[in-house]
């Protein structure tokens, strides 16, 4: 073998089998050696996606599930680029994700040579590039895996690329990874249970030893807690009383305790923010939520003293009903219709123990927030880190193949089910292109809660009657995309359903008989979206 791009190419791949079980490949001429070098190992599994973007989410998506790298590989240009939006994700959700880019040798770069941009520190602040011109630069590939969650390797491969014969199988095999990034440990903080106190688990939430009994509002990715509060009650919790059945309550907490990375709720955040309310942040990350800067106290683990009252206690619970049933009898009222929340508590009421399922950002993920996740038993997972809706497809297919890779042994492949809107599918159409000889999920359920445009505006600001006049070609963008030919398209089974219980229905059947992936449209309003709102709102009280 004379070809040095192959010898490099071949050491690269070997290098990864020490850190990766996957890797993406997508088809490109400069990444041809590299293709054919993993292809080669046994003990890396290939996956294969014609669009970078979306493979870059797909390996997004495995990570999420499987906790260690998966590599993302492509060709020189601006195929790398596409790997930006999944990078910019893994850094801010801290999900390991590595990006393997071919490109030229540096004396091309700049000179006009085709296909051939600045790609060395092209992710910028989200991940340091390692530079792999020679062999003797493996020994760096090893150091970024070992010590980083996010990282580019950019292999420089030179002409000529491959040789007339193919590649020999590799002697070696790697039986074991090497170990991962450990968490940062910001130290402990001593906390007095005695004093009204509230958790808020976010993203990246964990169970925290010494705040197992303490109420917590918990964002449907975080560990279901011991005494859930629902995050409608948040607002209570900044008065110092309310009026309850002819009698008063005193509701003010004293303290808040941030678990993770919260972000759904504004009256959530908003009871972070309180500057009369004691702030705690705790984070096994660099990164903290944190919007009391100084005035918060930070730490990974706690010290615990003292206990919450049984009055405190009673509070929590009361407010906890009040929330869930606001939502309940709201979705009751008729005169709202079918809309996104339906739909939402429609897929949650069909969830069961051992299912996995990955909700879309904007309405989805606050929908199945107010319907009562998290649960226990139900694996979560959502894009919270930068909180976009690229990539979604991709991302759910990621989950489901991992998942059914861990439970390779059960004799029916675990039930993974996508909550996505409209607008939120569209935009990563290309993630179901997925090729005959793929690994493909072999029970997922892609329910698409379709309002024909931006539902979520509905309830901001921007939904007000004052702005409605521009409302539609800023905001609400309706499409008038039909869904089922598009899925029929694709090869994949389409369902709809035009009510709740047509859904339910459709879910429950599904839960026991579907096979492969299934594409269940929801057609739901967004007209009423504000009003389900307001009165969910005005009927949380005590």
């Known amino acids: 073998m004379n070809s040095k791009s192959l010898v490099l190419a071949q050491a690269v791949a070997a290098q990864l089998s020490r850190h990766i079980t996957d890797v993406v490949i997508c088809p490109g001429s400069r990444n041809s050696p590299l293709s054919l070098a993993l292809l080669a190992r046994e003990d890396v599994r290939v996956h294969t996606r014609i669009d970078e973007r979306t493979a870059a989410f797909f390996a997004l998506g495995l990570a999420r599930v499987s906790g260690r790298h998966v590599a993302v590989m492509m060709t020189s240009g601006t195929a790398v680029a596409n790997a930006l939006p999944a990078m910019i994700e893994a850094h801010y959700s801290h999900v390991p994700l590595a990006v393997v880019s071919a490109d030229r040798p540096v004396r091309l770069v700049g000179t006009g040579a085709s296909q051939t941009i600045e790609q060395q520190g092209l992710f910028g602040v989200y991940a340091d590039t390692v530079q792999v011109a020679e062999p003797t630069d493996i020994p760096f590939m090893a150091e970024a895996f070992t010590s980083r969650r996010q990282i580019h390797i950019n292999v420089a491969l030179d002409a000529p690329l491959l040789e007339d014969s193919a590649l020999p199988a590799p002697t070696d095999r790697t039986q074991q990874r090497a170990p991962m990034a450990g968490w940062v440990n910001h130290g402990e903080v001593e906390v007095d249970l005695s004093r009204n106190t509230l958790v808020i688990a976010g993203d990246e939430a964990w169970a925290v030893e010494g705040l197992e009994d303490i109420p917590t509002i918990a964002e449907p990715t975080a560990p279901a807690p011991y005494h859930p509060v629902h995050p409608a009650a948040a607002r209570v919790f900044r008065k110092d009383q309310v009026s309850a059945n002819d009698y008063v309550v005193n509701t003010r907490v004293d303290q808040v305790i941030v678990v993770g990375h919260p972000t759904l709720h504004r009256d959530v955040m908003a ?50 009903k009040a929330g869930s049933d606001a939502v309940r009898e709201a979705l009751e009222n008729e005169e709202h219709g079918f809309t996104g929340l339906h739909a939402a508590a429609a897929v949650a009421d069909t969830l069961a123990v051992g299912d996995s399922i990955f909700i879309g950002s904007s309405n989805p993920i606050r929908d199945m927030s107010l319907v009562g996740l998290p649960f226990d038993g139900v694996d979560v997972y959502s894009a919270r880190g930068a909180a976009g809706i690229d990539g979604s497809i991709s991302q759910a297919l990621g989950v489901a193949v991992e998942t059914q890779t861990r439970e390779r042994k059960l004799p029916r492949a675990p039930r993974t089910v996508a909550l996505l809107g409209d607008l939120t599918f569209l935009h990563d159409l290309t993630g179901l292109v997925i090729g005959p000889d793929e690994v493909r999920p072999e029970n997922l359920t892609i329910v698409i809660s379709n309002d024909n445009g931006g539902g979520i505006f509905e309830t901001l600001e921007t939904g007000r009657d004052s702005l409605r006049g521009d409302f539609e070609k800023a905001f609400g963008t309706p499409h008038e995309v039909e869904i089922e030919p598009l899925i029929e398209g694709f090869g994949l089974d389409y369902r709809r359903a035009d009510t709740a219980q047509e859904l339910l229905d459709t879910l429950a059947e599904l839960a026991e008989f579907a096979v492969g992936i299934t594409v269940v449209e929801a057609r739901v309003n967004r007209q009423s979206r504000r009003a389900l709102h307001q009165e969910i709102s005005s009927k949380n009280a005590f």
């Open 271 to 320: 009871l972070i923010s309180d500057p009369d309310v004691d702030l705690i942040c705790l984070s096994r990350t660099p990164d903290i939520t944190n919007p009391r800067g100084e005035l918060a106290r930070i730490g990974t683990t706690v010290k615990v003293s003292g206990q919450p009252t049984r009055d405190w206690m009673k509070i929590c619970e009361g407010a906890a």
